[in-house]
C-alpha cells in the first residue's frame, strides 16, 4: 500500500523555536539568581513546560510557592511568545519548502502533529500554514508523545488509516508515538539518537524527491 498522507512535528523539524524556548527559560534563571546553560537544555526536550520549571527549580535549588510557580510559568511564556513574534520565513529549516511543495504538487494531504500550543502562530509567521489540512496541536491533545493520540488524531482528521501515513520527527518520543500508530517513522536528526525511526535523515536536503516518490507510489 502506498503512502496517502504525511504528519510533520514542527520544531527541529519545519522550525527551530527550541532556542527561543532556551533564551526564555535562560532569561528566568538568571533572574533567579542561577546560569542555565545549554547541556542543561537538553533535559528540556519534549518536556511540559510545567516539568521544565519543576526542572529549572532544581538546577537552581529554588523552591517557590505555587503562586509563585504560575507566575514564572506566565513569565516565561510571555518572554518566548515575544521571541516567536519576531519569526519570518528566514527560520524555516533547509529545504523543507520543497518537500512540502512537491507533496502539494502530487495532491498529497498533509497535517501538522505538535505538542506546541503556538503552532498555529509560527506557521502564520512562517508562511506555511496553508500546506497543512489540519494542525493538530497541544490544544487539541490530552496525552504527550510517545502516546500516538496527536498523530491518531491527524490521520483521523486527514481521513486516511494510520498504517498510512509518513511521520517526520526529530525527537525520541516522537519517533516511538508514530511507530505505536502504527505508522511510517522518518527520523530528522542524529541518527544514532533516533535509532527507532524506520528512515533516518540528517535534514530535509538529504531526502530527495525521488524518495518520497517512492514512498507514495
Known amino acids: 500500500m502506498g503512502i496517502k498522507a504525511f504528519i510533520f512535528d514542527l520544531d527541529g523539524v519545519i522550525v527551530d523555536t527550541a532556542k527561543y524556548h532556551y533564551l526564555a527559560w535562560k532569561k528566568l534563571a538568571n533572574e533567579l539568581g542561577f546560569e542555565f546553560t545549554l547541556e542543561q537544555n537538553e533535559l528540556f526536550k519534549g518536556v511540559s513546560r510545567k516539568r521544565c520549571l519543576e526542572i529549572l527549580l532544581d538546577i537552581g535549588n529554588v523552591t517557590a510557592t505555587q ?8 513569565e516565561k511564556n510571555e518572554d518566548y511568545l515575544a521571541y516567536i513574534d519576531e519569526m ?3 527560520e524555516i529549516l533547509p529545504d ?6 512537491y507533496l502539494k504538487g502530487k495532491n498529497i494531504p498533509m497535517a501538522l502533529g505538535s505538542a506546541s500550543k503556538n503552532a498555529r502562530a509560527i506557521l502564520e509567521k512562517v508562511g506555511l500554514i496553508s500546506y497543512f489540512e489540519y494542525l493538530v496541536d497541544g490544544t487539541n491533545v490530552t496525552k504527550a508523545k510517545p502516546d500516538p493520540e496527536v498523530f491518531l488524531i491527524g490521520a483521523n482528521k486527514l481521513g486516511v488509516s494510520p498504517e498510512a501515513c509518513v511521520v517526520f520527527e526529530d525527537a525520541v518520543a516522537g519517533i ?7 505508522m511510517t517513522s522518518i527520523g530528522i536528526g542524529d541518527e544514532s539518537i533516533l535509532s527507532e525511526a524506520q528512515y533516518n535523515f540528517k535534514d530535509f536536503t538529504e531526502i530527495s524527491n525521488d524518495f518520497l516518490g517512492q514512498l507514495i507510489s
Request: hydrophobic share 40%; no cysteine.
Open 67 to 74: 503562586e509563585q510557580f504560575d507566575t514564572w510559568m506566565v
Open 88 to 90: 519570518d520565513s528566514s
Open 176 to 182: 516511538q508515538a508514530a511507530n505505536n500508530a502504527g
Open 96 to 101: 523543507v519548502p520543497r518537500v512540502l511543495n
